[in-house]
């Protein structure tokens, strides 16, 4: 048989705790080719130039894997999302939906939750008391930032349990290295259940509007015109989806990260302002999206002496190019100081992370929660086990050991 590629290896489960050393020897060929004719783009300015390229486009349809798949959903009433999407369609509505969310028409949107994202993070401290070994996943970095959503968009509490099922399997069917008839069959499965649930929810908040996202989004007469209620459902099952995986790893990875470097917990005790630097090298040095799958080239691009030719799908190794050493100094280093830390943590160009002020705030919030309130937090088991995914790479578990005695009183 022969030899597994690097990027074979990279995909195997085996080496989902560390692929950094897999991810050096990809960079030495910044552009490479698969047998299958897709190209992987594994190093900084090569990554930051193709996501600021017209040529390249988000939208499935242009890739003969997905295309039949993205036209059935279409054909059932279910538009793709606006990552999905190039302009002019991708920029109206990720404008319709960011006027909502964030500056400069709804500033309060992020920020206001601020005290309320530090109840929940205290209240799920709280309930750590008394134990000897926590789930920092179970217990912390997953109910956290999917109430967080949950709450935001309007999704009352008694549906969220219901649809864990459907994410999960959402996400399970965009694994590279997974059956492609499988993928479809998983995808149009959980795409279908949670677009029923989310369409529904959007009838509830047209009809009973409430403070909420969706509603803000379901009510919006600005002058760009109303999105329609499959838009809308896309949209919101899109912030859905990205609100529950992404910031569950970041906070994951984060803890990880602080207990492997106990000097920087340390730190983080004394000056919580750290968690700001401190969060940005996490997104650089254990992000949570390590790839952008499914891009495809429109036209011929020529980039670092390769033609990708038109129609090839394109793959861009986020995780590869935030620890390229041409381009950020001691990339192997976890520095929680770093200055000028121009990572490709949320991506860039026109799909950079809608939810990144978000999840920054999230992050920020249960680190420093984490930091001051467990009382001698070590881990349990060095590396933890990780979700199968090697596109939203984060611990499964991660198990920690904590002091005798209450975890330190006081909101997080
Ligand atoms: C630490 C947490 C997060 C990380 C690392 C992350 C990462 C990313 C990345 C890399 C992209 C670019 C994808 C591409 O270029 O195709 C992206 C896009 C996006 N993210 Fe996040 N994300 C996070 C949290 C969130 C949250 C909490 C939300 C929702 C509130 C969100 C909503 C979105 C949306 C809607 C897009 C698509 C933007 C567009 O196509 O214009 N993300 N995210």
Redesign the pocket.
């Known amino acids: 048989m022969a030899e597994p590629t690097v990027w074979e290896q990279i995909l195997d489960y085996s080496h989902r705790a560390d692929p950094y050393p897999l991810y050096a020897e990809l960079r030495r060929t910044p552009v490479s080719r698969q047998a299958d004719g897709s190209y992987l783009v594994s190093t900084y300015p090569e990554i930051l130039a193709l996501?600021h390229d017209p040529r390249l486009s988000?939208d499935p349809s242009h890739n003969p894997q997905f295309s039949a798949a993205v036209e059935q959903q279409r054909s059932e009433g279910m538009p793709p999302?606006?990552?999905?999407?190039d302009p002019p369609e991708?920029d109206r509505q990720?404008r319709l939906?960011m006027r909502h969310?964030g500056p400069p028409h709804a500033p309060w949107r992020v920020a206001g939750l601020e005290p309320r994202m530090a109840e929940i993070v205290g209240g799920l401290i709280d309930d750590m008391a008394g134990k000897a070994r926590i789930d920092v996943v179970d217990e912390l970095a997953y109910p956290f930032?999917v109430s967080?959503?949950c709450e935001?968009l309007g999704v009352p509490p008694e549906d969220r349990p219901r649809f864990r099922k459907w994410v999960d399997m959402a996400l399970e069917a965009i694994n590279p290295g997974v059956d492609p008839q499988v993928q479809q069959q998983k995808r149009e499965e959980a795409g279908r259940e949670l677009f029923n649930f989310i369409s529904d929810l959007v009838e509830r908040h047209r009809q009973a509007p409430g403070d909420d996202l969706l509603s803000a989004m379901a009510a919006d007469d600005g002058p760009e015109g109303r999105l329609s209620t499959g838009q809308l459902a896309s949209?919101g099952l899109?912030?859905?989806i990205?609100?529950?995986e992404?910031?569950v790893?970041?906070?994951a990875n984060g803890v990880l990260t602080l207990l492997r470097h106990p000097d920087a917990l340390e730190r983080l005790r004394r000056d919580p302002d750290l968690v700001i630097p401190m969060t940005e090298e996490l997104?650089r040095y254990e992000?949570?999206?390590h790839f952008?799958p499914?891009?495809t080239a429109l036209d011929d691009i020529d980039i670092a002496g390769t033609r990708i030719p038109a129609g090839s799908p394109v793959t861009?190794v986020?995780a590869a190019a935030n620890r390229d050493p041409g381009h950020v100094a001691e990339p192997d280093r976890f520095i929680p100081d770093r200055r000028h830390n121009r990572h490709?943590?949320?991506?860039?160009?026109?799909?950079?992370?809608?939810?990144?002020p978000?999840?920054?705030l999230?992050?920020q919030v249960a680190l420093t929660g984490f930091a001051r309130r467990v009382p001698d937090p070590r881990l349990a088991e060095d590396p933890p086990p990780y979700r199968p995914s090697p596109i939203l790479r984060g611990p499964l578990h991660l198990p920690v050991d904590v002091g005798a005695g209450q975890a330190r009183p006081g909101r997080a």
């Open positions: 996501l988000s999302s606006f990552l999905m999407m991708h990720r939906a969310f930032p967080v959503i935001l949209t899109l912030l859905l990205a609100g529950h992404t910031t790893n970041l906070i997104l992000p949570p999206v952008v499914i891009r861009l986020l490709l943590g949320f991506g860039s160009g026109i799909h950079l992370c809608f939810g990144a978000l999840a920054r999230e992050t």
